[in-house]
């Protein structure tokens, strides 16, 4: 049995596990909100899979087996909500730096079940090979665990802020590309297969 990464289907039976296994996943502290996963499956559907770069990625458990894990990620332009909200944010030179030619990993999510196992990371991998963008960029909660991985994977803060008055605060992170983490050990004890 082993882990494996396919395309993201826009369809079907496996879009639909992947969006359970997202709603799943941040339906959960921090997050705690039962409904992301409906917001999220029309956003991609609506939105953001038509945008330059839209790729996204499952990892499936065993060939053919249940979907544990999905990300996806687009390239980042003016007069998108969240790019503007960041450029807006930052000063000039972080901006020319880190967002004048970037893509951004937008939703990655892991099965509860099966987080902190190397499939966040073998996801990541997935999503930024052979892009040809300069940076990748994100944001993640503080009080989320995800930015620990993240720094382990060569991503540093570039600016912490809100997106709501009221909303929780967010680290905006940010690595060069090309991306050229080896690839995760497999967690001690846990399958072989994950590597
Ligand atoms: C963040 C997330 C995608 C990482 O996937 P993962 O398969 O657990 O990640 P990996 O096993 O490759 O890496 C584990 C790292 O992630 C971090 N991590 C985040 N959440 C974790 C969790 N619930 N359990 C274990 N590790 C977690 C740890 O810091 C760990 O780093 P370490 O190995 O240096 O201690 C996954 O935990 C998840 O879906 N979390 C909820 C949703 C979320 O926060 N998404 C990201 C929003 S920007």
């Given at each position: 049995m082993s882990v494996e990464i396919w395309s993201l289907p826009l369809e079907g039976p496996r879009f639909e596990d992947a969006i359970a296994v997202y709603g799943a996943a941040f339906a959960l502290p921090p997050y705690s909100d039962p409904d992301r996963g409906r917001e999220v499956r029309q956003r991609i559907l609506d939105v953001h899979s038509s945008r330059d770069g839209f790729r996204g990625f499952i990892a499936c458990d065993e060939p053919g087996g249940a979907v544990v894990g999905m990300i996806y990620g687009y390239h980042g332009k003016p007069g998108q909500w969240w790019h503007d909200a960041v450029a807006r944010a930052v000063d000039r030179d972080r901006e020319d730096r880190w967002l004048s030619d970037s893509y951004e990993l937008v939703e990655v999510a892991v099965d509860p079940a099966y987080q902190g196992h190397?499939?966040?990371?073998r996801l990541i991998a997935a999503l930024l090979q052979d892009r040809p963008e300069a940076t990748c960029v994100l944001s993640t909660r503080t009080d989320s665990r995800a930015h620990q991985l993240y720094r382990r994977l060569g991503f540093q803060v570039i600016h912490m802020m809100r997106f709501s008055p009221n909303g929780a605060p967010f680290f905006v992170m940010g690595r060069p590309l090309p991306y050229d983490v080896a690839p995760?050990?497999?967690?001690?004890?846990?399958r072989a297969a994950l590597s």
């Amino acid at each position: 049995m082993s882990v494996e990464i396919w395309s993201l289907p826009l369809e079907g039976p496996r879009f639909e596990d992947a969006i359970a296994v997202y709603g799943a996943a941040f339906a959960l502290p921090p997050y705690s909100d039962p409904d992301r996963g409906r917001e999220v499956r029309q956003r991609i559907l609506d939105v953001h899979s038509s945008r330059d770069g839209f790729r996204g990625f499952i990892a499936c458990d065993e060939p053919g087996g249940a979907v544990v894990g999905m990300i996806y990620g687009y390239h980042g332009k003016p007069g998108q909500w969240w790019h503007d909200a960041v450029a807006r944010a930052v000063d000039r030179d972080r901006e020319d730096r880190w967002l004048s030619d970037s893509y951004e990993l937008v939703e990655v999510a892991v099965d509860p079940a099966y987080q902190g196992h190397g499939v966040g990371q073998r996801l990541i991998a997935a999503l930024l090979q052979d892009r040809p963008e300069a940076t990748c960029v994100l944001s993640t909660r503080t009080d989320s665990r995800a930015h620990q991985l993240y720094r382990r994977l060569g991503f540093q803060v570039i600016h912490m802020m809100r997106f709501s008055p009221n909303g929780a605060p967010f680290f905006v992170m940010g690595r060069p590309l090309p991306y050229d983490v080896a690839p995760a050990e497999p967690a001690p004890g846990h399958r072989a297969a994950l590597s």
